[in-house]
T-cell receptor
Framework: NAGVTQTPKFRVLKTGQSMTLLCAQDMNHEYMYWYRQDPGMGLRLIHYSVGEGTTAKGEVPDGYNVSRLKKQNFLLGLESAAPSQTSVYFC??????????????FGPGTRLTVL | SQKIEQNSEALNIQEGKTATLTCNYTNYSPAYLQWYRQDPGRGPVFLLLIRENEKEKRKERLKVTFDTTLKQSLFHITASQPADSATYLCALVNDYKLSFGAGTTVTVRA
């Protein structure tokens, strides 16, 4: 099993450009999450999905959109990138809600710089 | 508002000593709490989960306590080794989501 993978690993954008980050998991997990991590601020939830075809807003959703057309994939889009979106982005997945299935598995991260 | 606070200072300790990390929370009533380890340039990795009715949980050299009255969890690394150097994150269950603290960076000197 590859676990959770993220594409790309690094990206530099200019202000106003758009891009899509791809997250894929091969563990048949229902729940998927996108976080951003900034120095001193910990992981902040951007959007999440509780199943194929569903998405919901997290703590910091502005400027981002997501889609979960297939169970194994969760896409994060930036329509018009801003320097404030410079960050490291992590995707995570989780099997279910029960306490013994609650562990989140994280991808390796995407380092995004917006100039 | 809800808050999760971890030791703001980085922890530097000598090999063999015990590192103790603190996670305090406000305006949460979590059924359980998790601890994760994060190495530089990598995603967090799950370490331990402790339920609200458990006072203490152990896994090898790791020990976690959970005091719902104090709203606090303590994370101990005993007989620390340089390989334990990393950032440690606590996380609380919040509906479908986990909310994370900012993390405490531990450096173990040989």
């Amino acid at each position: 099993n590859a676990g959770v993978t993220q594409t790309p690993k690094f990206r530099v954008l200019k202000t106003g450009q758009s891009m899509t980050l791809l997250c894929a998991q091969d563990m048949n997990h229902e729940y998927m999450y996108w976080y951003r991590q900034d120095p001193g601020m910990g992981l902040r939830l951007i959007h999440y999905s509780v199943g194929e075809g569903t998405t919901a807003k997290g703590e910091v959703p502005d400027g981002y959109n997501v889609s979960r057309l297939k169970k194994q994939n969760f896409l994060l889009g930036l329509e018009s990138a801003a320097p404030s979106q410079t960050s490291v982005y992590f995707c995570a997945s989780r099997l279910g809600l029960a306490v013994n299935t609650d562990t989140q598995y994280f991808g390796p991260g995407t380092r995004l710089t917006v100039l | 508002s809800q808050k999760i606070e971890q030791n703001s200072e980085a922890l530097n300790i000598q090999e063999g000593k015990t590192a103790t990390l603190t996670c305090n929370y406000t305006n949460y009533s979590p059924a359980y709490l998790q601890w994760y380890r994060q190495d530089p340039g990598r995603g967090p990795v799950f370490l331990l989960l402790i339920r609200e009715n458990e006072k203490e949980k152990r896994k090898e050299r790791l020990k976690v306590t959970f005091d719902t009255t104090l709203k606090q969890s303590l994370f101990h690394i005993t007989a620390s080794q340089p390989a334990d150097s990393a950032t440690y994150l606590c996380a609380l269950v919040n509906d479908y989501k986990l909310s994370f603290g900012a993390g405490t960076t531990v450096t173990v000197r040989a």
